[in-house]
């Protein structure tokens, strides 16, 4: 199963929606101390809220209650929230090693698990769809990518670095179709990513970071 299956499955589903991991979320980081991942990741927090920004947007882990909420383009706090981007940051919390570190190592999400997580006959359910929407169209992929806060390097067609968290970042490398070979995208995340995060963490970063590319009025 590819290691990007579940998150592609809970693209779009609110996370209030699934009753039983919301209440083991929620009852988790009911009443949460803060004070050793501040201190880890550089976070502010009062007495109510632990802040931490993903993707560009301010979301904050409101202590008393382990409930998230994001804040929109209006300023306003809004807690109707999705799974993946929900999972994503209990995920950060609760896995964040005590000196969590980079190695400058670039590897695809797939490789972080030890054991088989994918069939490689099987198209990727994220990258695939992702690949075959801007097939032929390298220009508004490009202009896509700067909308969504990416910083262009050089390598493919296409590539784009994006900051997840100020402290962890995605890159994405896209080669248009030939004569020879469909299009074609690859995710890569610092090798020791997973000093923050658990390996199937990523997937949800990744439907996350398209989302944000494919639909950004929807963020």
């Not at 693209?11 to 009753?19: H, K, Q, R, T």
């Not at 972080?112 to 006959?121: A, Q, S």
């Not at 493919?156 to 994006?162: I, P």
């Amino acid at each position: 199963m590819s290691v990007n299956f579940h998150a592609f499955q809970n693209i779009g589903v609110l996370f209030a929606e699934c009753e039983a991991l919301y209440e083991q979320w929620t009852q988790e980081f009911t009443g949460f101390k803060p004070e050793r991942i501040s201190r880890i990741l550089k976070l502010k927090y009062d007495e109510e809220y632990l802040y931490i920004t993903y993707f560009d947007v301010l979301y904050r882990l409101e202590i008393k209650e382990g409930k998230l909420s994001k804040q929109d383009k209006d300023g306003q706090w809004q807690d109707n929230l999705y799974f993946n981007e929900c999972m994503v940051i209990y995920h950060l919390l609760k896995y964040t090693k005590d000196n969590p570190g980079k190695a400058g190592i670039w590897v695809p999400n797939a490789t972080l698990d030890e054991r088989v997580t994918r069939n490689r006959n099987m198209p990727d359910p994220l990258l695939t769809p992702f690949a075959r929407k801007w097939s032929g169209n390298c220009a508004g992929l490009k202009q896509a990518c700067i909308n969504a806060g990416g910083k262009e390097f050089d390598k493919g067609d296409v590539a784009f670095q994006f900051a997840a968290f100020p402290f962890m970042e995605v890159q994405i490398i896209f080669w248009d179709a030939d004569e020879d070979f469909p299009a074609q995208v690859q995710v890569l995340f610092d090798k020791k990513v997973t000093d923050y995060v658990h390996f199937e963490t990523t997937g949800c970063v990744i439907a996350d970071l398209f989302e944000k590319i494919n639909s950004p009025d929807r963020n």
